[in-house]
């Protein structure tokens, strides 16, 4: 039981690890501050979510059943608590950052790109 508690908190930290990876990749290759954005905001929310969830699962693999459960096991139960509030937290604020984001770059007149605009790839248009 132990060995799989493991294995599934460390498969979610590594698949957050991947996600957090990818939004890299889509901040530094996606054409324009829309798609950025984006990627920027679903990619860190999951990945986010991946990898303290990965921390809160590893935290029940240290509680021990034992005469004084309460001392030590309470303290463990608190920290997985303060993780999954930490989870709720960063699905309510993420997204609504994101979106207050892409709002003030369409009222500052940041035009998103077209699909009949010559396609032209992030890294070239910054060096411009």
């Given at each position: 039981?132990?060995?799989?508690?493991?294995?599934?908190?460390?498969?979610?930290?590594?698949?957050?690890?991947?996600?957090f990876?990818?939004?890299?990749?889509?901040?530094?290759?996606?054409?324009?501050?829309?798609?950025?954005?984006?990627?920027?905001?679903?990619?860190?929310?999951?990945?986010?979510?991946?990898?303290?969830?990965?921390?809160?699962?590893?935290?029940i693999?240290?509680?021990?059943?034992?005469?004084?459960?309460?001392?030590?096991?309470?303290?463990?139960?608190?920290?997985?608590?303060?993780?999954?509030?930490?989870?709720v937290?960063?699905?309510?604020?993420?997204?609504?950052?994101?979106?207050?984001?892409?709002?003030?770059?369409?009222?500052?007149?940041?035009?998103?790109?077209?699909?009949?605009?010559?396609?032209?790839?992030?890294?070239?248009?910054?060096?411009?």
């Open positions: 039981m132990e060995n799989a508690i493991v294995i599934i908190s460390m498969a979610l930290i590594c698949v957050g690890m991947l996600f990876l990818g939004a890299a990749v889509g901040i530094q290759r996606f054409p324009d501050f829309y798609t950025r954005m984006h990627a920027a905001g679903k990619g860190d929310t999951l990945s986010s979510l991946l990898v303290i969830l990965g921390f809160s699962i590893f935290q693999y240290d509680l021990e059943f034992s005469k004084d459960w309460f001392s030590h096991n309470g303290v463990t139960l608190l920290v997985i608590l303060k993780l999954l509030a930490i989870c937290f960063i699905m309510m604020t993420s997204p609504t950052s994101t979106h207050a984001l892409m709002d003030a770059g369409w009222e500052d007149g940041i035009e998103p790109k077209l699909k009949k605009d010559k396609p032209n790839n992030a890294l070239k248009e910054d060096r411009k």
